[in-house]
C-alpha cells in the first residue's frame, strides 16, 4: 500500500451516567443478571489453544463469598514453558507485521468494547471485583477503551520519530520491538490495567505471557476473549493464571525474557527485580522492567482551603472501590482551624454512604477483595480500637458473614508517625493527623517524609503562595500531584499515571513514555555515493 498511514483520531470515551431510566443503567442490569447466574469454567489459553491443567481454583464475589462465579484452570511450570514458547513462536511473525495491521487489531478491540462488550466487561469487573457500576464504567469500560485508542496513537508517534539526513545519505530509526517476550503481572484492582500491561507492549510487535491476579481472572478472561474476537493471532497474549511464585521462577529463568511489565507490591517487584540482577547475565539482553507498585497518598490542607471542596475529596478520594486504588487517599493533614468544619462536613457524608451488593445501584460502596485484604485491613482496625491517642471517629465496624464488608473508618491521631499515617493499608481506611495552622511548612516536611512512597497526593489551599510553597516542599513526594482536587481518577492521555521511590519505575502508563520501554531503536544510515578513496583533504602536502 502506497501511502502513509495515519491512526483514527484519538478522543477519550465519554463516561455513561448509567442513571435511572438509561438504556446503558438496564442493559448493564440485565447482563449482572445473566452473569451472576452462570458458573463458567476458564481456560489458560496457550498459542490460542485453550489449556486445561485439572488443577482447578474458584473465583467467587467478594461481596458474597459463597456464589462461585468461576472455576479456572491454574498453570504449572509446564504450562509456562508451553507459553513462552507460544510467544517466541508467534513473535517470528509478529514481530514483523507492518505497524498499522498490528494497531488495528487494538483499535477494533477499542471499538468492540465501546459497543457490544462493555456491558460483559463492566459486569464481570462489578462481580468478581466488587465495583460500583460507576467505577466499572471509568475502568473496564473506558479507561481500558482510551489505553488501546491512546497507546496505538503514543505508538505511530514513536514510528514518526525519525533522524535528519546530512547530504548524500538517508538516516532511518527502525523501532524494533524487544528480542524475546514480556512477561506481564497484573492487579485485580484495576480491569484496565490487566488489559493494558500485556497490550502496550504487543501495539509495538512484542509479545506476551500474562498472569493475571488470581481474584481478578474472571474478567481476565473475558479481556483475552475480547482481544482475540478483535483479530489477535494466537500466541502473542498467552493468558496463564496460577500460583505466581512457581510461574514467576519458570519466567525469571528463561533466557529470552525481555521485559517485565508490573503491577502489584513493592516487596514482590523488588524481590523481581532482585533476582534479575543476579541472573543479568542469562539473559540474551538487559530485560526492561517496567513496575508500578505499593501508595501512601496524601491529602495535605492548608488553612486557606475550600472544607466543603476537601471533605468531598476525602470521601471520594479514600473511599470510593473501598480504597482498593493505588491512588486512594490513606493520609491526611488537616490545619486546626479547619478541622470543625472539615468533620462535620465528611461525618455527614460518611453517614449517607451506603455499603453492599455492587448490583443494588445506590450502594457506594462494596466488599474488599478477598479473605487476606479483609483480614489485614480489619487487622488495622482493631489496633486502632486498642491504641492510646487515636480515636476511630466513623466506622471501625466490619462483617464478614456474607461479604468482606468494612465499613468506611476515619480515624483521628495524635502522633503524626502513627503506623496507619505510615504503612499501606489498601482498604476502606483513612488515618488523620491535625495539625496547628503555624505549623504549615513543618507539615509539608513531614508529608515528604513519613513514607518511603511517592505515588499520588493533593493539595488543597486558595491561597496561591500557600500552593506555591507545597509545590517546592512536595515537588518529589508524588508521581500524580493534584492541586484542589482527590488524588484519585487519572485519565489517559491527560494525567499519565506512575510514582517514583518505593512507588515503581515511575514509566507513567498512559503515555508515550511507558510505550518507549517496548522498543529497541536501529539506527540505519544509506549513503547513495559511497567513497571511493580513503585520503582526507587534510593530508595534501601544502
Known amino acids: 500500500m502506497n501511502s502513509i498511514p495515519i491512526v483514527p483520531q484519538t478522543v477519550n470515551e465519554p463516561v455513561l451516567s448509567y442513571a435511572p431510566g438509561s438504556p446503558e443503567r438496564a442493559l448493564l442490569k440485565e447482563t449482572l443478571a445473566r452473569m451472576s447466574g452462570e458458573e463458567i469454567e476458564i481456560p489458560l489459553i496457550i498459542g490460542g489453544r485453550e489449556v486445561r491443567t485439572g488443577d482447578m481454583e474458584a473465583q467467587t464475589m467478594p461481596h458474597n463469598h459463597g456464589h462461585v462465579l468461576a472455576r479456572y484452570h491454574k498453570a504449572g511450570p509446564n504450562e509456562v514453558r508451553q507459553a513462552i514458547d507460544a510467544a517466541m513462536e508467534a513473535w517470528k ?43 466499572a464504567e471509568i475502568d473496564a469500560a473506558c479507561e481500558f477503551i482510551d489505553f488501546l485508542r491512546w497507546n496505538t496513537n503514543f505508538a505511530q508517534q514513536i514510528y514518526r520519530e525519525q533522524p535528519i539526513s546530512g547530504p548524500g545519505m538517508w538516516n532511518r530509526l527502525d523501532h524494533r520491538p524487544l528480542e524475546g517476550f514480556v512477561y506481564a503481572v497484573t492487579p485485580f484492582n484495576f480491569t484496565a490495567i490487566a488489559g493494558n500491561l500485556p497490550s502496550a507492549p504487543a ?23 475480547l482481544l482475540e474476537e478483535a483479530g489477535l493471532p494466537p500466541g502473542v497474549i498467552n493468558f496463564i493464571p496460577g500460583d505466581p511464585i512457581p510461574m514467576t521462577d519458570v519466567i525469571l529463568n528463561d533466557r529470552n525474557l525481555a521485559g517485565i511489565h508490573f503491577t502489584g507490591s513493592t516487596a514482590v517487584f523488588q524481590t523481581i527485580w532482585r533476582t534479575v540482577g543476579e541472573k543479568i547475565g542469562s539473559y540474551r539482553s538487559y530485560p526492561r522492567l517496567v513496575g508500578e507498585t505499593g501508595g501512601k497518598d496524601f491529602i495535605v490542607a492548608h488553612a486557606s482551603a475550600d472544607p466543603l471542596a476537601l471533605s468531598t475529596a476525602i470521601v471520594r478520594g479514600g473511599f470510593e472501590y473501598q480504597g482498593q486504588k493505588c491512588s486512594a487517599a490513606s493520609r491526611l493533614y488537616i490545619p486546626e482551624s479547619l478541622w470543625p468544619t472539615v468533620r462535620e ?39 486502632a480500637h486498642e491504641a492510646d491517642d487515636v480515636e476511630v471517629i466513623a466506622g471501625g465496624t466490619y462483617d464478614d458473614s456474607t461479604g468482606y464488608f468494612i465499613q468506611p473508618t476515619l480515624v483521628q491521631v495524635q502522633n503524626s508517625a502513627y ?5 499501606e493499608v489498601f482498604g476502606p481506611v483513612v488515618s488523620l493527623y491535625v495539625y496547628p ?38 515537588r518529589n513526594a508524588a508521581g500524580n500531584y493534584y492541586v484542589n482536587d482527590k488524588p484519585t481518577g487519572a485519565v489517559v492521555g491527560q494525567q499519565p499515571f506512575g510514582g517514583a521511590r518505593a512507588s515503581g519505575t515511575n514509566d507513567k ?34
Open 437 to 474: 495552622d503555624a505549623q504549615w511548612e513543618d507539615t509539608l516536611r513531614i508529608v515528604d517524609k513519613s513514607t518511603p512512597y511517592a505515588l499520588t497526593g493533593a493539595v488543597f489551599a486558595t491561597e496561591r503562595a500557600a500552593l506555591l510553597q507545597a509545590d517546592r516542599e512536595l
Open 345 to 383: 462536613h465528611t461525618l455527614g457524608m460518611l453517614d449517607k454512604v451506603r455499603v453492599g451488593d455492587p448490583a443494588d445501584f445506590r450502594n457506594f460502596m462494596g466488599a474488599v477483595i478477598d479473605r487476606k485484604a479483609y483480614d489485614k485491613i480489619t487487622g488495622y482496625i482493631k489496633h
Open 203 to 225: 501495539m509495538l510487535g512484542n509479545v506476551a505471557v500474562w498472569k493475571p491476579a488470581q481474584t481478578a481472572v474472571y474478567s481476565g478472561y473475558y479481556i483475552m476473549k
Open 93 to 135: 511473525e509478529w514481530s514483523r507485521w507492518p505497524w498499522e495491521d498490528r494497531l488495528a487489531v487494538f483499535q477494533r478491540a477499542a471499538e468492540l468494547l465501546a459497543t457490544r462488550w462493555r456491558p460483559i466487561l463492566n459486569a464481570a469487573t462489578m462481580l468478581g471485583q466488587g465495583k460500583n457500576a460507576y467505577q
Open 419 to 423: 503506623q496507619l499515617m505510615c504503612e
Open 509 to 542: 502508563a498512559g503515555s508515550i513514555l511507558n510505550m518507549l520501554r517496548w522498543i529497541s531503536p536501529r539506527t540505519i544510515k544509506e549513503t547513495f555515493a559511497p567513497a571511493h578513496s580513503f585520503e582526507y583533504p587534510f593530508m595534501g602536502e601544502k
